[in-house]
C-alpha cells in the first residue's frame, strides 16, 4: 500500500495517523512558574550543595531547558533572592504613595521595615534562603549587587 492516494488518512509511523492529535508526554512535568523552579532548585541545594548544583541540573530536574530557565532567572545565584526585583518595584511603589508631610527619614523606615516584612508561611523559605545567602561564598558576594539595586531605589526617593 504505497500511497494512500484519496484523502485518506496516512500513517506517520509509530501507530500514528495523520491528522490525529499527538500522544500527552509520559515523562516529569514541565515546571510553568518562578515559584516551582525555585523549589527544585532548593531541592537540589539541599542533597547536592550550591556549588555543585549547575543551571543544567536544575533545568533537567525541571524538565525544562537551559535557554528556558533564563526566562527566569538571569543566572543560579539569583535564584535564592527570589523575586528581589519584584520586591525593588513594590518598595517604590510604597515610598511613592507615602504622604508628602512625612518626614524623609519616617517614610524610609516605613518602606524598609514593609520590605522586610514576610508573611508567618513564609518564614521557613525565607530563613533557607538566607542560609544560602549569608554562608555560600559566592551568594555572599552577589549580595553585594542586589544591596546596591535596594540602596538605589532608597536613594531615588531621598533625591
Do not use: C
Not at 140 to 155: C, E, G, I, M, P
Amino acid at each position: 500500500m504505497a500511497g494512500n492516494v484519496g484523502g485518506g488518512r496516512g500513517h506517520l509511523g509509530g501507530g500514528r495517523v495523520l491528522g490525529e492529535p499527538a500522544p500527552a508526554s509520559t515523562g516529569r512535568p514541565r515546571i510553568t512558574t518562578r515559584a516551582d523552579l525555585e523549589h527544585v532548585a532548593f531541592g537540589l541545594f539541599d542533597r547536592q550543595g550550591f556549588e555543585e548544583t549547575t543551571i543544567d541540573d536544575i533545568a533537567a530536574a525541571a524538565g525544562i531547558g537551559r535557554r528556558t530557565f533564563f526566562r527566569y532567572f538571569p543566572s543560579k545565584n539569583d535564584i535564592p533572592w527570589g523575586d528581589f526585583d519584584g520586591e525593588l518595584d513594590r518598595m517604590r511603589a510604597r515610598l511613592a504613595a507615602l504622604p508628602a508631610e512625612l518626614p524623609l527619614m519616617d517614610a524610609i523606615r516605613e518602606a524598609i521595615v514593609d520590605f522586610n516584612r514576610i508573611a508567618p508561611d513564609q518564614a521557613p523559605q525565607h530563613r533557607r534562603r538566607m542560609r544560602l545567602i549569608l554562608w555560600v561564598p559566592a551568594l555572599k558576594a552577589h549580595s553585594t549587587l542586589r544591596f546596591a539595586a535596594w540602596r538605589q531605589v532608597v536613594a531615588e526617593f531621598a533625591a
